[in-house]
């Protein structure tokens, strides 16, 4: 009884040995392709660092952990097996648990790819075909270790751990741009180096251990330990000292133009901002003071409207001063789930700027639609997206950290693995930028986008308490849960629960209001201050709850998602001014180009509103486009919806053949539908919508195709499924 017990412990803690040296060296070799070979040969804005914190927790906690369990549990097996079958008594018990732990990796590996990949793509395929030939290799080996000894070199934990995660770094993220054919190349040339080094280092190890004990071959020393420990180590500290760069950083550019007085650009884009949550805008808490300052210099628009309910469309608009069916950078289905790319063929402020001797600057918290990919930084000398580096960071679908990722999350404030940049980190770099660019002589436009009022909603301290309703426990999953259940019509928010959301969006707005305050005073002493034009908006809004509808992207047209805030302080001009009458995003455009005496294209569809023009358009025009076709919303959102503004009257149609008009300046929540077919405003409003869609079809260009790595930003900020 006392031997079995002996028996029982030794082989438990072999099994867990084997199995922790197993997860070690997966966890270095996963590191290695996930941090450090992206950083060495990819662009460096493309990169996605690791927090050496996270690293470490996986390295010398999280994977030892899971190696130790699995190891100990498949010795354990391992040796009830053996007693029973005779084909296993070949081999000594100690020389399956190395094999058991590598095992275990390689299984877990390809459930993980089998259940978060789609199975028709050749990678993955290729993937789980080479975990097939290992695990074969490694039964052979418990069956027979002499008859089978040429193949344990196909069972060393380094060569698998290179050769699974390694193949699908190889040929989705290296050659991911590359044909199938060249693919088909290079992924098994790396799989016979891999192979071969394996092989010739088993055959020195089996000539130096020929003469040893099972025993002592399969034993793990303390110098081994040592050294996983070092190259842990080494990958950790590595990762760290890895920094992102900006996509371009070119700060200096040759002036077509002798004269160097030219007014400055700054437009700053506070990213899910809805206007009637700006105390400027008369919303009952204090969220804007400093805006409100701005605004006794500067020209408040109080009936500014966003081209439509998501940050790609919108930020398009502005930047090219056409709508979206026009522009064509929004959702189209099927041929473009996620979103269709500005169409390069579109010329666009910063790209006229630029072209005029402009040094142009773009410093973006939003990574996603705002990032490399999506052609919104199309003309800019120096461009931004970088991401925050959280605790607990996004990485790759096939890397099983992931899964971690996604467990804790549920768990655990989205202040721990958000990566979106705060206001603070995006004001810090611009500060640097502001004092680089004030000592050269050449004019400047500087694009800022803030991200705190978008989900999660975690503004900082004392932010996050300034205004009532906050509530502890708000994870990820719970969130998700709520906003599914009441997109669907499952239930409806409760009060407790909307009033935590708008608390911390309202405090998102502070925060972002307080950053930008501390902008303003930086150009006022940088001398920058009164020969800039200064231009304050937002992409879109953001729901609550109301008309069963959360966030936005893809929602509606109604005045929650695109009624934006409008501030434009023109250069040299201290006065305090209002404009009652409707603009549109896409008129910030043409602002900047005629306060510049540049010349404005027939193709822009904004109007100036500068003072020295004061034609205005015949059309605002706000559209969303489908959310997702069969996604896990219901099929209302399966349609587009258009707006159009004029006086007081806003008409909506969509493609459902829903028909709405509401008097916006007495019902501005759009509660009464008052639209009659027979009634002459509905009937016009209906007629020029129509007109203007018949006039403004996008037509293609050189639209590209979007990259994975923008797909996989997207999917893991919540945008696509």
Same mark, same amino acid.
Request: glycine share 6%.
């Given at each position: 009884?006392?031997?079995?017990?002996?028996?029982?412990?030794?082989?438990?803690?072999?099994?867990?040995?084997?199995?922790?040296?197993?997860?070690?060296?997966?966890?270095?070799?996963?590191?290695?392709?996930?941090?450090?070979?992206?950083?060495?040969?990819?662009?460096?804005?493309?990169? %996605?660092?690791?927090?050496?914190?996270?690293?470490?927790?996986?390295?010398?906690?999280?994977?030892?952990?899971?190696?130790?369990?699995?190891?100990?549990?498949?010795?354990?097996?391992?040796?009830?097996?053996?007693?029973?079958?005779?084909?296993?008594?070949?081999?000594?018990?100690?020389? /399956?648990?190395?094999?058991?732990?590598?095992?275990?990796?390689?299984?877990?590996?390809?459930?993980?790819?089998?259940?978060?990949?789609?199975?028709?793509?050749?990678?993955?395929?290729?993937?789980?075909?080479?975990?097939?030939?290992?695990?074969?290799?490694?039964?052979?080996?418990?069956?027979?270790?002499?008859?089978?000894?040429?193949?344990?070199?196909?069972?060393?934990?380094?060569?698998?751990?290179?050769?699974?995660?390694?193949?699908?770094?190889?040929?989705?993220?290296?050659?991911?741009?590359?044909?199938?054919?060249?693919?088909?190349?290079?992924?098994?040339?790396?799989?016979?180096?891999?192979?071969?080094?394996?092989?010739?280092?088993?055959?020195?190890?089996?000539?130096?251990?020929?003469?040893?004990?099972?025993?002592?071959?399969?034993?793990?020393?303390?110098?081994?330990?040592?050294?996983?420990? @070092?190259?842990?180590?080494?990958?950790?500290?590595?990762?760290?000292? $890895?920094?992102?760069?900006?996509?371009?950083?070119?700060?200096?550019?040759?002036?077509?133009?002798?004269?160097?007085?030219?007014?400055?650009?700054?437009?700053?884009? $506070?990213?899910?901002?809805?206007?009637?949550?700006?105390?400027?805008?008369?919303?009952?808490?204090?969220?804007?003071?400093?805006?409100?300052?701005?605004?006794?210099? @500067?020209?408040?628009?109080?009936?500014?409207?966003?081209?439509?309910?998501?940050?790609?469309?919108?930020?398009?608009?502005?930047?090219?001063?056409?709508?979206?069916?026009?522009?064509?950078?929004?959702?189209?289905?099927?041929?473009?789930?996620?979103?269709?790319?500005?169409?390069?063929?579109?010329?666009?402020?910063?790209?006229?700027?630029?072209?005029?001797?402009? /040094?142009?600057?773009?410093?973006?918290?939003?990574?996603?639609?705002?990032?490399?990919?999506?052609?919104?930084?199309?003309?800019?000398?120096?461009?931004?997206?970088?991401?925050?580096?959280?605790?607990?960071?996004?990485?790759?679908?096939?890397?099983?950290?992931?899964?971690?990722?996604?467990?804790?999350?549920?768990? %655990?404030?989205?202040?721990?693995?958000?990566?979106?940049?705060?206001?603070?980190?995006?004001?810090?770099?611009?500060?640097?930028?502001?004092?680089?660019?004030?000592?050269?002589?050449?004019?400047?436009?500087?694009?800022?986008?803030?991200?705190?009022?978008?989900?999660?909603?975690?503004?900082?301290?004392?932010?996050?308490?300034?205004?009532?309703?906050?509530?502890?426990?708000?994870?990820?999953?719970?969130?998700?849960?709520?906003?599914?259940?009441?997109?669907?019509?499952?239930?409806?928010?409760?009060?407790?629960?909307?009033?935590?959301?708008?608390?911390?969006?309202?405090?998102?707005?502070?925060?972002?209001?307080?950053?930008?305050?501390?902008?303003?005073?930086?150009?006022?002493?940088?001398?920058?201050?009164?020969?800039?034009?200064?231009?304050?908006?937002?992409?879109?809004?953001?729901?609550?709850?109301?008309? @069963?509808?959360?966030?936005?992207?893809?929602?509606?047209?109604?005045?929650?998602?695109?009624?934006?805030? /409008?501030?434009?302080?023109?250069?040299?001009?201290?006065?305090?001014?209002?404009?009652?009458?409707?603009?549109?995003?896409?008129?910030?455009?043409?602002?900047?180009?005629?306060?510049?005496?540049?010349? %404005?294209?027939?193709?822009?569809?904004?109007?100036?509103?500068?003072?020295?023009?004061?034609?205005?358009?015949?059309?605002?025009?706000?559209?969303?486009?489908?959310?997702?076709?069969?996604?896990?919303?219901?099929?209302?959102?399966?349609?587009?919806?258009?707006?159009?503004?004029?006086?007081?009257?806003?008409?909506?149609?969509?493609?459902?053949?829903?028909?709405?008009?509401?008097?916006?300046?007495?019902?501005?929540?759009?509660?009464?539908?008052?639209?009659?077919?027979?009634?002459?405003?509905?009937?016009?409003?209906?007629?020029?919508?129509?007109?203007?869609?018949?006039?403004?079809?996008?037509?293609?260009?050189?639209?590209?195709?979007?990259?994975?790595?923008?797909?996989?930003?997207?999917?893991? /900020?919540?945008?696509?499924?």
């Amino acid at each position: 009884m006392e031997s079995e017990k002996q028996s029982f412990g030794k082989n438990l803690h072999s099994g867990a040995v084997h199995g922790a040296v197993a997860w070690i060296i997966y966890g270095i070799v996963e590191c290695l392709f996930s941090t450090v070979l992206p950083w060495l040969v990819k662009p460096h804005h493309d990169y %996605i660092p690791m927090h050496w914190g996270f690293a470490s927790l996986l390295l010398f906690v999280i994977y030892p952990f899971i190696g130790s369990v699995l190891g100990g549990l498949s010795a354990l097996a391992l040796s009830e097996v053996r007693e029973r079958a005779s084909l296993l008594r070949e081999n000594h018990s100690s020389d /399956l648990y190395p094999l058991a732990a590598v095992l275990t990796v390689i299984w877990v590996f390809s459930i993980n790819l089998f259940i978060q990949l789609p199975l028709q793509d050749l990678s993955v395929l290729l993937s789980l075909f080479v975990a097939v030939i290992l695990t074969v290799a490694i039964i052979m080996s418990f069956i027979s270790d002499s008859k089978f000894q040429q193949l344990r070199f196909l069972t060393n934990p380094w060569v698998t751990s290179l050769s699974l995660p390694g193949l699908l770094w190889i040929s989705k993220d290296l050659l991911g741009g590359h044909s199938v054919t060249f693919k088909a190349v290079i992924v098994p040339i790396y799989l016979f180096i891999c192979f071969f080094i394996s092989f010739l280092i088993h055959k020195k190890i089996n000539e130096r251990e020929f003469k040893m004990s099972s025993e002592k071959k399969t034993a793990i020393s303390v110098s081994y330990f040592a050294s996983l420990i @070092a190259v842990s180590l080494i990958i950790i500290c590595t990762s760290s000292f $890895m920094v992102q760069s900006p996509i371009r950083e070119k700060l200096s550019v040759k002036s077509l133009h002798k004269d160097r007085g030219r007014h400055n650009v700054i437009l700053i884009s $506070m990213d899910t901002v809805r206007a009637d949550h700006l105390s400027l805008y008369g919303y009952k808490r204090d969220t804007t003071p400093n805006l409100r300052k701005l605004a006794e210099q @500067a020209t408040l628009y109080t009936r500014a409207i966003a081209s439509g309910d998501m940050t790609l469309t919108s930020h398009a608009s502005i930047f090219t001063g056409m709508y979206s069916s026009k522009h064509g950078a929004h959702r189209v289905i099927p041929d473009y789930p996620v979103c269709r790319p500005l169409d390069k063929k579109f010329h666009t402020l910063a790209e006229m700027l630029s072209e005029n001797g402009y /040094l142009t600057i773009g410093v973006v918290s939003n990574f996603s639609f705002l990032g490399n990919g999506f052609e919104i930084d199309q003309g800019f000398n120096y461009y931004d997206y970088r991401s925050r580096i959280p605790i607990v960071g996004r990485t790759k679908q096939y890397y099983l950290r992931q899964n971690f990722r996604r467990f804790v999350v549920n768990f %655990i404030s989205p202040s721990i693995y958000e990566d979106l940049r705060p206001a603070e980190d995006i004001n810090n770099e611009v500060f640097k930028l502001i004092d680089k660019v004030k000592k050269g002589q050449d004019p400047f436009f500087l694009f800022i986008n803030y991200m705190d009022a978008h989900w999660p909603y975690i503004p900082p301290l004392p932010f996050d308490s300034l205004f009532p309703g906050k509530r502890g426990g708000v994870t990820y999953s719970r969130y998700m849960k709520l906003k599914d259940q009441v997109m669907n019509f499952e239930r409806n928010i409760t009060g407790e629960e909307q009033s935590h959301l708008i608390s911390q969006y309202d405090g998102g707005i502070a925060y972002v209001d307080f950053k930008i305050g501390e902008l303003v005073q930086r150009l006022k002493d940088a001398g920058l201050y009164q020969n800039s034009i200064i231009i304050i908006t937002s992409d879109h809004g953001e729901a609550f709850g109301d008309r @069963a509808m959360m966030e936005h992207d893809g929602l509606s047209v109604y005045q929650d998602h695109v009624y934006v805030p /409008l501030i434009i302080k023109f250069p040299d001009d201290n006065k305090s001014h209002v404009v009652s009458e409707v603009v549109s995003v896409t008129d910030i455009m043409p602002t900047v180009l005629e306060v510049l005496g540049y010349k %404005i294209s027939e193709d822009i569809e904004g109007k100036s509103l500068s003072g020295n023009s004061r034609e205005r358009p015949i059309n605002v025009i706000s559209e969303s486009f489908f959310k997702e076709k069969g996604g896990r919303y219901n099929s209302r959102f399966d349609r587009i919806e258009r707006a159009i503004y004029s006086g007081s009257f806003k008409y909506i149609n969509s493609t459902t053949g829903k028909r709405e008009l509401y008097n916006i300046l007495k019902d501005p929540e759009e509660k009464k539908n008052i639209y009659n077919s027979d009634s002459s405003i509905s009937e016009d409003l209906e007629n020029r919508l129509s007109q203007w869609l018949n006039m403004n079809t996008y037509k293609a260009g050189s639209t590209t195709k979007l990259k994975e790595e923008v797909v996989d930003r997207l999917k893991t /900020l919540g945008y696509i499924q």
